[in-house]
């Protein structure tokens, strides 16, 4: 519950003007949530960029003045963000428009280097000076110092990639092309569709393209860079297939929404067969299955379908709460109070209940969900779990906590059940986590679960050197 | 999906001082979905009121700015507000705030007088105006009138009441009382709880009471006035009993919290009972059942156990679509646009599908609906539909449309269901609808769906005589 | 410097429909001295009402979007007001909107009834309920209780102005008609003019007629009740001349704007005559004449006419400071902060310095005044006040305050110019303000000065009998 | 009247923590004349910096809300900045935060820099990329290059000033230290302060220092680098004397607030001066000399001392008109409109009236003014101007448009005194500009009327080779 994806992308390009910024805002809420902390639109009307970036949500941060502000274009790309500090967040908010010798270029990123740090160091023995503590504003260095010598922004990038260690999905955009790059592990995904009438567009999900009214048309590879133009599409593959795609496997079971399709797995179908995979690794007698909103709601049909155990609504989320300080201080205030998820009692009083969710971080959350059920009157709780036990840090971009904060990493699996109160608890196996993809499956990065990472470590996780002196405290930049 | 209830309710009283505001603030969260035009809480602090209400939803109208301004408190009561003209709302909001001679008071109400207009015109004839087109002003005006000469402000309701036709859920606060009021036949839920320190509330629906930690006592009774002081609670009577419950059987169909319980019926398990009613009464030989979200969840599921066909998740909800206008005139804009509801196109393609749904309204949605689901490659698409054809308006608060904007007073069952695209359409019937509380039942309302009116018709079912000439476009008063 | 008038008031009626939003919005500009703490436009488009109220001034509560929003019309009346208590001012905000039985309309006022609280009583007694503590709600329960009877509303008007003691100008708006009213001793100004077009408009002062290219046709005479509609004007006088005019000569000394004219008279020629009159009454040897920037400014140079000694610039007032709670919090924090207001040390160092006023009430803010001028070097400081010593409470709108903190009530006059720090203060006589005007004096209402009020004394001065126990803290009604 | 200086700027250094983002709040308000179109606040807390910056004047943009989240620190800097385009504001804003290698940094500037262009494409050429189109960033390249090795931050500046051509006063806050520079021709000004409590100040006029209780001790000298920490302040001269001061004489003329001494000459007085020595070189047989506010009425005072003509108030401006872009475009409208500025009929009417203005730039805005006073009833209107014939471009930041749209290249004497109305029009001499400081003069600038260019003129006047394709449409970054 408390793991967050870093960011959200998406891009466009059509032939003719076109309402891109429109566009852009609804694939941004089809993504938002990969992030919620801010958002941005820029959009290039025949090479003159216009550019909106603010904390927050799209629906709250983009007005429909700010859409028609925007204004008409040609292309336009977009960016949600996720970040644990949100004062830093108003600085740090993409897409970011830098200017170079060979011109202006827009960037938005989803992803993590883990040479952050020797990069940017680097440069900075060079005489840059950096405006935020952002990857993407290290990797517009590296690819405008390429292009300095390179024929094309293309070409630039194809060279700044030997440079760029770890994870990142980038689309940039120029006064004249729209590029797509994965890295070449493929660790966050990205894809590309077509409109009816030829428009490209590019996005972390499936689901955005739908939302515009675009057709999958494929993945871009890892370590692929495709060129968008106006009449054409280009691929560099140079990258690509120098080492198996390692794509994070929590995109599947917690990130990603369930009707988006990633690396042609649909995301909805792995978490069923997640819920599978636990009831068949994990069976128990039990009259009903249900699953903690949203994201174990699948995944409690899988395990429903696979036992033969009922499967039934057990809460009731509230959609209308805010993301103002009120609802999460408050949410501590006392054990009693159900702001955000109440129990249905007629569902689970007197029964046995499989409580299905997509993970256990600090435990707190699932020591108050089961309480819940048993307050409601459940007589037996089972918890199942659709990922394995996080024991290792990710370097690549999702946000979870030191080992200190890790439950998993702090006791054995009884202990665990006991202090969030279940009557037993099981984790699906970094096996079973592997599996749910069945035989499509992309290759996956299972680092924080097994350790096996599959590049070096940051040369230090502190990568805020400098970035915990400043604070933004809002207003505009 | 059209159909709006007009209102939700909440009051709290308090022996001493306490954060009664921030109480109101999550029981108004709760009770968000009965109206999300307007919102407003007054605070009682030992007789001195402070007073906020504003356009839009409660997480975006009260700030905790707001809520700190507001402050401690003995009593509180707060108002959730639907309406089809936003400005009106401001108009309206409540809840509203009046001096009369004896003092002042503060009411929020749920539900809509049949007499309005007769009662507005006999004031008006004694010299009165009127500063909204809200039927809680023309109550404050009945009540106070026979405050004159009543010995105490609920005996003054208790005499208002016998000029009161239709139906009303009612709040009201002085300086020293909390009063919760319900209508002779209940058309609108009320009911109390209690906090563990002896704290009353009282809420529209139990789903508020378990945001601030309150158990539910019981439901107020039809025509029961309930007086909260800080020492004890008295009930009068009188209006009690006179004629059997006229209970909203669209509260339980749709307007209410599944996790809430009504005149002592869980709304989920009346939901689940009105799907397996359906598959009785309009079997279909399908590969799986799906629900509308959110409101046809409860049924399919329903649906799903008494027929033996698998629950599937058909739909993903986009959970962070604003209420800005830029998404409702989008939806408009090509049928190829997928921003608020998008389905899992693994999950039905090639499949029998049957889909169910609280209401057909127009007609609109569902035929859309029903194309999505075949572009996502769905065979057969079979629409059942949890409440019986709309084909009354209904004179106590539900914002039920014109018979002309009604599909089902225009075409029979089989058009129906050839203009929404479905293989086969299925209605509940009366009977069935009736029995979804089995031996509960409290008595319901179903005039919109057979004509049997339990009052008097309104006068005119325009009430607007002024308000069409006013309106208030943003701001203060 | 801390005395300030109620409020300002406008209206407009044109033949045709037009922007009478926009000329309202620059009509309330050029009042906006007249009050700053709330704004309200009412627009009446062929009798559809749109209302906007909001709490600050008019270039910050009235945004272009509203501008828009209220859309064209054939008429409109504005109101900007001043008080002491923020928050309440959001719930006496005007124009008002009510319905009575025989239609609706809309009101502003500027005035004070000293029968206020008689007339609610006794409206309370036949079971008006009251939504605000403002005068112009009991105005309007005394004239649409006439309408019940009265042949039109100008007649009801007529009856109504019976029962109405104390001061008030007014601008009503009916559907079909607009009319201006002054109380029959015309202790507020109001006047009318009218554009090229034929428009007819309605001021408090002149200067709003000039902001909207509208030529000063005359005052309203005390008394009078001007109707507009679009073919004609009616004028009923049945209310003038039965009293000699008692208009507020503290208007012509401080509230209005130097450029208007009022009851025939300049404002800014009446002002020059006060500091003639100062420069006769109180002469003194000198090296220059300044002002208290602004309204101190005209009276200084008639002093230095009258006297021969040279006017200079002797304070810059920083016009960007903000009415936000920062500035009059920080004004206090200690001596040497000038934020407000900043002496020209060039201009009053080594020099005697005469330093004109136009009131002098506790005594603070001069005291600040004359230290600045010492700290920039000036030798001596010689204080000239265009307003006789405040010694009685007003009744009839302008806010001064209880004798306890008039500082010309505690002490005799060499004590004030001792704790001011003056070298010498001498005050205008109540005959020479009298005679500020010249032979066009309309006759003055100078009971602040001289205890000689012109009607009863109001009941209780303390008509907070409610209203002190409610407060809005923001958010709309 | 449409020309405008770019910037102000503002810096504070205390010994311990203090309230100095109120100080710099209150110091930009005093400056905010010199730029109304963004505003920023960088404050240092031991070395944790926070920034604010966005769009709009002080009083509107930086809430107490923001003034407490910006919290106590023991150094601040300060910038109000003008520019044409107001999106493109918003990326330019100020102060500017940069991380380098060495550290971070904020910076505020005003100036403008001749060589911008020839600096940024030699440090693009050498990998550089650019966030903003500011001179401030191009500024903060060219210190930090020279910081790779140079032993202190202010040896890097000090070094750096030998590639900065053109006008600059810069303050520069790092972890530690407060650094002042002006450039070695002192084009801008900056004088710094101390308090009583030894709090050392630093701002572009000395009303901001006034603002804040701090005593001017002198003006930073052209080529002086100041450095202040806690306990001492040190001075670097090392460009100082190299070529005579050529301080903008419009400072004196229109830019500055007549309250601040500048290079140890009072504003006031030069403006003084500058009326007198119009009365001396145009004299003319009229009744009465008024002066267009604000910038007119110091030399409108002076014009009337030296001639012995009555100085009188002929216009009142409106102080409530907002900067909404209600009244900008309203202005237009029609010729009778007086929203900003309403003559005194009375003072001027019959009257053979000088009318002395700062500067006639198109010529547009005096012509307005002069057929107002003939409205008002003047019987000869004869215009003194304080600033001679523009007639060059500036480059050193002040914003004077094209020679197309100058009236003064475009027309000879006569025609101008024709197409504005006036029956005589004078302007000040060169000479005569050049004498306003008396013997204390320090060095003018006085390019834009004689062409005499300190400086080389900048390589293209076109420094927007890229922003032009960049706009910020509201919003964060």
Request: net charge neutral; charged share 25%.
């Amino acid at each position: 519950m408390s793991i967050h994806e870093e960011c959200g992308i998406f891009g466009i390009c059509r032939g003719t003007l076109g309402d891109v910024a429109l566009d852009t805002y609804f694939g941004l809420q089809a993504l938002q949530h990969r992030g919620q902390e801010s958002c941005g639109i820029a959009v290039n009307h025949d090479g003159l960029f216009h550019l909106f970036t603010d904390a927050g949500v799209v629906s709250e941060a983009i007005s429909p003045g700010t859409i028609s502000m925007l204004g008409q274009g040609n292309m336009a790309i977009g960016h949600v963000r996720y970040g644990s500090d949100h004062e830093r967040g108003r600085i740090n908010a993409q897409p970011l428009v830098v200017d170079h010798f060979k011109g202006r270029m827009a960037l938005a990123n989803n992803g993590s280097l883990v040479n952050y740090l020797e990069l940017r160091t680097q440069y900075e023995k060079q005489g840059s000076i950096f405006h935020t503590t952002s990857d993407v504003e290290v990797i517009s260095c590296a690819i405008t110092r390429e292009r300095l010598t390179a024929p094309s922004l293309e070409e630039a990038v194809n060279r700044a990639m030997h440079r760029l260690k770890g994870s990142y999905s980038l689309v940039i955009m120029t006064p004249k092309k729209l590029i797509a790059v994965r890295d070449p592990l493929g660790f966050k995904p990205l894809c590309y569709g077509q409109c009816l009438d030829g428009t490209y567009v590019v996005a972390s999900e499936s689901c955005a393209l739908d939302a515009v009214g675009a057709r999958l048309v494929r993945d871009i590879r890892p370590g692929e860079i495709l060129v968008f133009d106006r009449e054409e599409m280009r691929s560099l593959l140079d990258h690509c297939g120098s080492a198996p795609a390692k794509v994070c496997v929590f995109e599947y079971i917690y990130f990603a929404r369930p009707d988006s399709v990633m690396d042609k797995v649909s995301v909805h179908h792995a978490r069923l067969k997640a819920g599978e995979v636990l009831a068949k690794e994990h069976p128990v007698e039990a009259d009903i299955v249900i699953g903690v909103p949203d994201s174990g709601i699948d995944a409690a049909i899988g395990y429903a379908r696979a036992s033969g155990i009922p499967y039934g609504l057990g809460f009731i989320k509230n959609k209308y709460i805010g993301r103002t300080f009120i609802a999460p201080r408050q949410m501590e205030r006392e054990t009693g109070v159900r702001i955000k998820l109440n129990p249905i009692a007629e569902e689970v009083a007197g029964k046995r209940v499989v409580l299905v969710d997509d993970s256990i971080v600090r435990g707190t959350t699932s020591k108050k969900i089961v309480r819940l059920l048993r307050e409601a009157g459940a007589r037996e709780v089972h918890m199942r779990v659709t990922a394995p036990p996080f024991i290792n840090p990710c370097y690549y971009g999702t946000d979870i906590k030191s080992r200190d904060s890790l439950i998993a990493c702090l006791y054995p699996l009884e202990k665990i059940a006991d202090i969030i109160g279940a009557d037993s608890l099981g984790y699906i196996s970094v096996e079973g986590v592997r599996s749910i993809a069945g035989n499509m499956s992309p290759g996956f990065c299972t680092a924080c679960f097994d350790g096996d990472y599959p590049t070096q470590a940051p040369q230090s996780v502190e990568r805020d050197r400098f970035s915990k002196r400043l604070m933004r405290v809002g207003g505009t930049r």
